[in-house]
């Protein structure tokens, strides 16, 4: 039976903290590229809150019990190029057995379409959880063509984690992939007339890697 994903805004005290230091336009690269990382791994605990779980029996030092450990769908972190590469450590935090898959895409600048230019996924990825990180959710593009890539490889359980939506992005994501689940630390207010997120971070991208 078809079940229609979430969207969360993931508004932890801790989070909107962390969140407003990098929003800040004086915020250095370092210090960006840290707490980006943070933020990432304090999202990733609320992300992985309806994994599956199988039981197991275990020998404590006391007792044999039958307790709980996730079951062996293995999770890959697929960072969308360049900026979701600024999340995955923060990922791998939590999650450090986990597989990572890059997808590399780009955003034209006039006419706001992504383009894909660089795709490595591990196999089997019907079997997986596969958690997508990108800081940004704009006019949603990028996003739902990582969707289709993924999907076109066989993924079927997947999650879309960023920083920071915008409405239309996230309109536009759940109404093209309605089955996946969605998560955010803000959600913003518009885009402007250059696609960007405002109030957002700028182009996170570059704040991340110190470019232009
Ligand atoms: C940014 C961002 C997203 C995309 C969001 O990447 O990291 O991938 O834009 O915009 P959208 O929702 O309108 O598609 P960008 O294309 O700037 O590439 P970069 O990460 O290499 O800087
Ligand atoms: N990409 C970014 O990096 N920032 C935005 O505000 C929109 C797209």
Same mark, same amino acid.
């Given at each position: 039976m078809f079940e229609m994903g979430k969207f969360e805004v993931l508004d932890h005290p801790l989070i909107q903290h962390k969140l407003t230091i990098i929003r800040?336009?004086?915020?250095g690269t370092r210090e960006f590229r840290e707490v980006v990382n943070e933020i990432a791994e304090l999202m990733v605990y609320e992300v992985c809150r309806d994994m599956p779980l199988e039981d197991v029996k275990v020998e404590t030092p006391v007792a044999t019990a039958v307790e709980k450990r996730l079951t062996g769908k293995k999770v890959v972190v697929v960072p969308i190029l360049r900026a979701g590469l600024g999340m995955v450590d923060g990922v791998l935090e939590l999650l450090p057995a986990a597989k990572v898959g890059h997808i590399g895409m780009y955003r034209d +600048? +006039?006419?706001l379409q992504p383009h894909e230019y660089f795709v490595k996924m591990p196999d089997h990825l019907d079997k997986r959880e596969m958690i997508i990180v990108d800081p940004m959710l704009a006019t949603g593009g990028s996003a739902i063509a990582a969707v289709d890539a993924l999907k076109k490889r066989g993924a079927k359980s997947i999650r879309f984690v960023c920083l920071v939506a915008a409405p239309e992005g996230v309109k536009a994501l759940r109404d093209a992939h309605p089955d996946i689940d969605v998560y955010a630390a803000a959600l913003d207010d518009h885009l402007n +007339?250059? $696609?960007?997120?405002?109030? $957002?971070? $700028?182009?996170a991208g570059d704040r991340l890697f110190g470019t232009k």
């Open positions: 800040n336009k004086n915020c +600048e +006039e006419t +007339e250059n $696609g960007y997120i405002v109030p $957002g971070l $700028g182009d």
